[in-house]
């Protein structure tokens, strides 16, 4: 295996990490918007 | 110089949607806040500081505007919390500021003496005596200061007229606790009465009614027959300036994403991180990003018909042909802003007073035909014609998708409204008709700039991982052969394979299931899906060479039997799969918090997917019982 298929494995790995620490970390409740949902609106969580 | 501010004075900026309480907050404190001409576009608190002419630093909140201290929409009960000092996070405020439309005063002054009774010091901002006075209005500001017990401060806060008053009507000390000269205990009635007899003394209208340019407007914009005629012009204006204005600004970004894959291609080798650059983060993020002029345009119109008050009067025509659904003009806007995506057409259901009806536009939003799925229908409605793209009977057959979905839309908008109940809280629908004016272009640039800037966000980020994700799902376990057997191979194939037996009855073939499964965080994924189950290479190619080429290779694909896959039936099975199927992870994302349940979203989520599967089963069976 060369070193394009350790890093885009370590990305993917890495991006699947982050989606579950914040799922994890925002619970039943909704990642939220968080000010990016579209709606132009920067809410206050 | 350095001298030491005092203790913070909270200033709360409260009044009736429209009053122009954004206006003044944007005047003191300079910032960069948006204000709407329909009810309730400020459906967030925003806060800012300025020094009063005295040198003291005050923090100024804008709370939603709201008709009534007793109103049971969200939006509304957040800027009664905070009056009542009941919001975490924010105190009592020190001193409110209650903006008044002085052209309006019958009905804004309600609002304004319940703010008076809550026991705050109370400043009176009278704002578009301009308009007032056009109207014939002859106002006594210090009759009213008087009868009301409070500071009134006339103001032209569009052109920052008064706002010195108002600064100074701020100093410290602050005003005192007014003495209510009304029967408090008396309700309704004895508001109104107060309210008519200040309104004789303090704001009198000598001679006849006179008729304001709005009025003669009005007589045009809310005639029964007429109205809907410029209703119509108008809609039909703004579809065609976003169908056609977007088509320029669309081919830019995707030339850009040539370039930049151009770019990718020249510096790194081929392998599996190529890919990813290429196919996950450019395809995913540049297929959603290239929407961006629509969502866009589709914003600018919305903030002109709001900032020249022509919003409020397609929501109050609307309000007959929204009760059909069982709902009020209210769920005009967000439903017709779920025309360009889901995502702030479920955010604007903050408007709506009622929890149940909120629900329910939330609930059908999703099926009123969002952009995403234009690829799809420009993909397939060419071929189902049997013709190049961009002829009046395609157009026909992309507004009969629209029919279908939007009267769906409102068929299960009306029977889930009837499930859901009556209403327990009461809805009191109260829009107001503001005066016509001429568009605040600041406003409506800042509008477009945040909202646009905030979908380019959401592509940047969660649109991003999912497209990482995606890629992933279509790349591993990996293969040797070409891009089609990899994917045959890749997890997503396999799926694809397994659920064959399910979307055979509908007319389409693992590929095509594939295809549909990869296009479940976002449809328009399912094109380039299918570029790569039938092996079209889109190479350097234009979008629409590429669907060009697809189409081609779609009308020669076979069943193994030798029978062709795309078939009209088959094709008009997949249309109505995708008017009808919720392929949208971040709409799902912002149901879960706007309903603040996941238990809608996933609801949401499964009643549709089943619905789609339904719709497409009996349209696809039923058509081969007749023989097609």
């Known amino acids: ?45 | 110089m350095n001298e030491q501010p005092e203790a913070v004075s909270v200033v709360a900026l409260v009044g009736n949607p429209n009053a122009g309480k954004t206006t003044i907050f944007n005047a003191l404190t300079g910032s960069n806040q948006r204000v709407g001409n329909f009810a309730g576009v400020t459906v967030d608190m925003k806060s800012g500081e300025f020094f009063s002419p005295h040198g003291r630093k005050m923090r100024v909140v804008d709370l939603p505007g709201c008709y009534s201290l007793q109103s049971t929409a969200p939006d509304q009960r957040i800027a009664v919390e905070a009056l009542r000092g009941e919001l975490p996070g924010m105190g009592k405020p020190d001193v409110v500021v209650c903006v008044v439309d002085a052209s309006n005063l019958e009905r804004h002054l309600r609002l304004a003496m319940q703010v008076i009774e809550l026991g705050l010091p109370v400043i009176v901002a009278l704002n578009m005596v301009d308009v007032a006075e056009k109207a014939g209005l002859r106002l006594d500001v210090a009759k009213l200061s008087e009868e009301l017990g409070v500071p009134v401060v006339a103001m032209q806060a569009s052109a920052r007229k008064g706002i010195v008053e108002l600064k100074q009507a701020l100093r410290v000390p602050l005003p005192a606790v007014p003495e209510i000269s009304w029967d408090r205990d008396g309700g309704e009635e004895a508001h109104g009465s107060f309210i008519r007899g200040l309104c004789e003394l303090a704001a009198r209208r000598p001679g006849a009614h006179q008729q304001t340019l709005s009025d003669r407007i009005d007589a045009w914009a809310l005639h029964r027959v007429w109205g809907w005629v410029v209703f119509a012009l108008m809609m039909f204006a703004v579809f065609w300036a976003i169908f056609s204005f977007a088509a320029i600004p669309m081919g830019w970004i995707e030339s850009l994403q040539g370039l930049v894959a151009g770019w990718i291609e020249s510096v790194v080798a081929e392998g599996d991180l190529r890919s990813l650059l290429i196919d996950g983060v450019l395809g995913g993020v540049g297929g959603v990003v290239v929407f961006l002029p629509q969502i866009v345009l589709l914003f600018f119109f919305i903030g002109l018909m709001e900032s020249s008050g022509y919003m409020a009067r397609a929501a109050f025509l609307m309000d007959g042909l929204m009760a059909k659904a069982g709902l009020s003009g209210k769920a005009f806007l967000p439903l017709f802003s779920a025309y360009a995506c889901a995502i702030p057409g479920v955010m604007a259901t903050r408007t709506i007073d009622s929890a149940k009806e909120r629900l329910v536009t939330i609930f059908v939003a999703p099926w009123m035909s969002c952009s995403a799925r234009l690829p799809v229908y420009f993909l397939i409605v060419p071929l189902l014609m049997g013709e190049a793209e961009g002829s009046w009977k395609q157009a026909l057959v992309l507004f009969a998708i629209y029919v279908v979905g939007t009267l769906t839309a409102f068929v299960a908008a009306r029977l889930l409204r009837n499930k859901l109940g009556p209403e327990t809280g009461g809805s009191n629908f109260i829009l107001e008709l503001p005066p016509y004016r001429m568009p605040q272009w600041s406003y409506i640039f800042r509008h477009v700039i945040e909202r646009g800037g905030a979908f380019v966000a959401k592509a940047g980020t969660l649109i991003l991982g999912l497209s990482i994700l995606l890629w992933a799902l279509g790349t591993y376990p990996k293969s040797e052969g070409d891009d089609a057997d990899a994917l045959a191979h890749s997890a997503m194939g396999r799926m694809g394979a397994f659920i064959e037996p399910v979307v055979e009855p509908l007319g389409f073939d693992g590929r095509v299931g594939t295809a549909i499964l990869t296009s479940f965080a976002a449809r328009e994924v399912f094109n380039s899906s299918m570029a790569v189950m039938f092996r079209v290479d889109e190479g350097e190619c234009s979008e629409e060479e590429a669907r060009a080429t697809l189409r081609d290779r779609l009308a020669e694909a076979k069943w193994p039997d030798g029978r062709p896959l795309f078939t009209p039936l088959a094709m008009i099975s997949l249309l109505i799969f995708y008017i009808y199927a919720l392929q949208c992870l971040p709409t799902s994302v912002v149901v879960a918090k706007e309903s603040g349940s996941w238990k809608w979203a996933v609801g949401q989520f499964v009643f549709m997917s089943a619905f789609a599967y339904l719709a497409s089963l009996t349209v696809y069976q039923f058509g081969r019982l007749l023989g097609y």
């Open chain 1, 1 to 45: 295996m060369d070193w394009q298929t350790y890093t885009a494995a370590g990305i993917v790995a890495f991006t699947a990490l982050v989606f579950l620490v914040r799922l994890a970390r925002k619970g039943g409740g909704g990642p939220g918007c968080g000010g990016g949902c579209g709606c132009g609106d920067k809410h206050q969580h």
